[in-house]
């Protein structure tokens, strides 16, 4: 995911209007150390704890976010500019990431036996390793939070947060939604803190994981940091994802399910079809397809049921984006369709673009473009496709429309990221794995796989 520096001023602003909503103070060194303390108070108590309970208590959590959708909603719109349809549907997966792990996570952590040695017994059973940090990105505020939280408070190791500065709002409100519902002391603790107190709770002795989602530089910090201490680390990081068509793919499907995975939450996901990969027989009807459907898309106020295209998280991301857009189009790319103009305005709306011409001379070639610029390419064969989908740094997701399912599963397997959609847009489900590969980072999130990140597995051999 593209980053945009944070000055570290915990202040949530309107993406829309640009009015300042709040301002939160940081967290003092003193208040970082009473957090640790609690923390690993929680640690040494949940050992005593079957993670039954925990999973009563974390329902209780779901439950709380379900029967105030509208509450939540509304602060993921006003502080990052989400859709307040898109916002409600957050907070709803909020729930169910909670719920999958209340119902599969004391049983994904039952010993597993071992018994291939002659003559011996043998189990590895699941434990917990102390506090995991977790650093998370703006664009999906709460289901960042509880793929990192559920899991690993169902095992029992407490979570620290450090969110992005520009959500404080919807950082604080999971703190308080937890304190509401009784999740017990030190199990989670929202820290708004600067990037050296990041570094020195991952030095603590009582920090054993970190956990980040956000832009590879980010990502290379903090793993730089995590490794020097040799504490466990997971990271999503960015991606460049391909939407492959082929030209057996059913054309509408292909068109709705490519603007919906580019466009959706303003184009800022890593998992948005950034790079269109079209085979030539079907490459003229799905551009006027893919042109006529951004068309459609009326920019405007997020909490306006009218409006299907909002603004980016920030002045400073509409910033970033069009400097980015101007590169691409320098390095000899062209705009097929749309308006590079910025809108005018206090707000951070931006024109979704349809970009071609991007060759792996352009300097901009293996960028992530975070937000609602398509680049389409069009290739001949099924090798050519391959090429350019994996010409690139990156590795985290993916889709192919194609009617031939066995053969699009085969193609999926050529394609080197971590999550490959056929025939629909790439999401997360709580039952699914979802990580990436090369620098779009390591380890898995959600799933069993989800769970078993921070455990100890712990060899038990008689």
Known sequence: MEGVQEDMSYTAINPFNGETIREFPTTSDAEVEQALEKADYFYHTAKQQPSTERAAQLEKLAQEFAAHNEKYARLLTTNMGKLITQARSEVKKNVEFAMYYVKNGPAALKPIPYNNVPEKKAHV???????????????????????VFAPNFIIGNPVLLKHASIVPECAQAFEDACNKVGIPEGAFKNLFINYNQVNRIIADPRVQGVALTGSENA????????????????????GTDVCIVLNDADLKAAVDGAVSARLNNSGQVCTAAKRYIVQSGIYDDFLAGISTAFAARKLGDPLDAQTTLGPLSSKSAQKALHEQVEKVLAGGAQVLWGDTSL????????NPLIISGMTPENPMYDTELFGPVAQIYKAETEKEILKIANNSCYGLGGAIYSQN??????????????QVAINQPLTSYPELPFGGVKNSGYGRELSEMGIHEFVNAKTILN
């Not at 699941?126 to 709460?142: H, R």
């Not at 990502?219 to 990271?235: D, H, P, Q």
């Not at 399912?405 to 990221?417: C, N, R």
Request: without cysteine.
């Open 125 to 147: 059973e699941f434990s917990s390793i102390g506090a995991v940090l977790s650093v998370e990105p703006w664009n999906f505020p709460y289901t960042q939070i509880m793929r």
């Open 219 to 238: 990502g290379r910090k903090i793993a730089a940091e995590a490794g020097k201490n040799l504490k466990k680390s997971t990271m999503e990081l960015g």
């Open 343 to 350: 809108p005018q305005g206090p707000g951070a709306l931006f």
């Open 405 to 418: 399912i066995a053969h699009a599963k085969e193609l999926a397997s050529h394609i080197e990221t971590g």
